[in-house]
C-alpha cells in the first residue's frame, strides 16, 4: 500500500538518474579490470560504508527473527542482484552501453510475467500493448544488426547475457519486494551486498585495482556510490509507490545512458565506445520505454495516497 507517492516518485528518479549513466562510468572501469573486480569491489564498498552506517545508527538487522523462507529469499535475492551486476557487466563488454541498457529494460517484462506464471494474475489491454510496443520497438533497435548476429557470436553473446541478467534482476526485485515485510530496505540491502560480495571473492583479482589509472578508478568509485545511492533510492521507493509505478519510472533509463553518452562523446569521446545508432534504432529504444513503462502500469488507475 503507498504512503507518499510525492517521495516515491522522487526516490525513483534519482535510482533511474544513476542508473541512466552507470553503464557509461562501467564501460570506463572495465577498461582497467575484469567485471567480476569490478563487481565484488563495488559490492565490498557498499557494504562497508552501508554497515558503518547502520552501525553507528544501531540500526543492523537482527538474523535471529529471520525464519527459514526469509532465508530462501534473501538467498535468492543475492544470487540475483550478484548474477545481475556481473552479467551485465559481461554483456556491456560484447555490445554498447545504451543497447545494454535498453535491454536491461526487459527485466520488467519478466516480472510481468513472473506475476503471471507464478501469481495467476492478468495482462490488462494497456500491458499488451505496451508489450506490443517493446518488441516493435526491440526490432527497431537492431534494424541494423539482424544480419550481425549470425555472424557474430560476441553480439550474439552480449544479447544472450543482458537477457538474462534481466532475468536474474526480475527474481532479486520480487524477492526484495516479500522481504520489506519482514526487514527495512537499507536492512536488506546491506545483507544482500555483503553476501554478494562473498559471494564473487573467489572470482575477483583485487591486485588489479591499485593499478587502474586516475580515471579508471574515478569511474570504479562512482559506480560503488551508485551501488548505494541508485538501490537505496530503489528500495525506500518500494515503500512508498506501488512497484508498477516505480517500475514504469525506471523504464527511461536508457534515455538518460543515450543522453549521457552524447554529453561523454564531447569530452572524453576516445573512451566511449561508438553506439552506431542510426534513426531507426533510436526511435526503437523511445518504444522500448514507453513499452515498458506501460506494461509497468496496471490496467486501472488508482489514486495514490
Known amino acids: 500500500m503507498a504512503t507518499n507517492w510525492k ?3 522522487a526516490l525513483s528518479l534519482v535510482a533511474v538518474v544513476f ?3 552507470l553503464p557509461l562510468a562501467l564501460s570506463i572501469a572495465l577498461t582497467g579490470a575484469d567485471p567480476y573486480t569490478v563487481t565484488w569491489f563495488r559490492f565490498t564498498v557498499a557494504t562497508v560504508v552501508l554497515g558503518a552506517v547502520m552501525s553507528v545508527t544501531r540500526h543492523l538487522p537482527s538474523l535471529r527473527s529471520m525464519t527459514r523462507f526469509s532465508w530462501m529469499l534473501l538467498v535468492i535475492a ?5 548474477g545481475n551486476y556481473v552479467l551485465f557487466l559481461l554483456a556491456l563488454s560484447l555490445t554498447s552501453p545504451t543497447v545494454a541498457q535498453t535491454l536491461a529494460q526487459l527485466s520488467s517484462i519478466f516480472l510481468l510475467l513472473g506475476g503471471v506464471v507464478v501469481f495467476g494474475e492478468e495482462l490488462s489491454p494497456l500491458q499488451r500493448i505496451g508489450l506490443v510496443i517493446l518488441l516493435i520497438g526491440l526490432g527497431l533497435l537492431f534494424n541494423k544488426r539482424f544480419l550481425e548476429f549470425s555472424l557474430s557470436a560476441r553480439l550474439a553473446w552480449g544479447i544472450a547475457l543482458a537477457l538474462f541478467s534481466a532475468i536474474v534482476w526480475s527474481a532479486y526485485g520480487l524477492a526484495q519486494k516479500r ?3 519482514e526487514l527495512g530496505s537499507q536492512q536488506i540491502l546491506l545483507l544482500l551486498f555483503f553476501g554478494s560480495s562473498i559471494l564473487l571473492l573467489p572470482f575477483a583479482s583485487p591486485g588489479t585495482i591499485p593499478k587502474m589509472n586516475s580515471l579508471q578508478f574515478g569511474a570504479l568509485l562512482f559506480c560503488c556510490a551508485n551501488s548505494l545511492i541508485a538501490y537505496g533510492s530503489f ?3 518500494l515503500k512508498h509507490w506501488k512497484v508498477s509505478r516505480v517500475g514504469a519510472v525506471i523504464a527511461t533509463a536508457p534515455l538518460f545512458t543515450l543522453a549521457s553518452m552524447f554529453v561523454a562523446k564531447r569530452f572524453v569521446a576516445e573512451l566511449v565506445p561508438s553506439e552506431e545508432l542510426n534513426a531507426a534504432s533510436m526511435v526503437g529504444i523511445l518504444f522500448v520505454v514507453v513499452g515498458s513503462a506501460l506494461c509497468a502500469l496496471e490496467g486501472r488507475q488508482t489514486t495514490q495516497s
Open 179 to 181: 522481504l520489506l515485510q
Open 7 to 9: 517521495l516515491g516518485l
Open 19 to 21: 542508473w541512466g549513466v
Open 78 to 82: 543475492v544470487l540475483g542482484l550478484a
Open 235 to 237: 528500495a525506500e521507493a
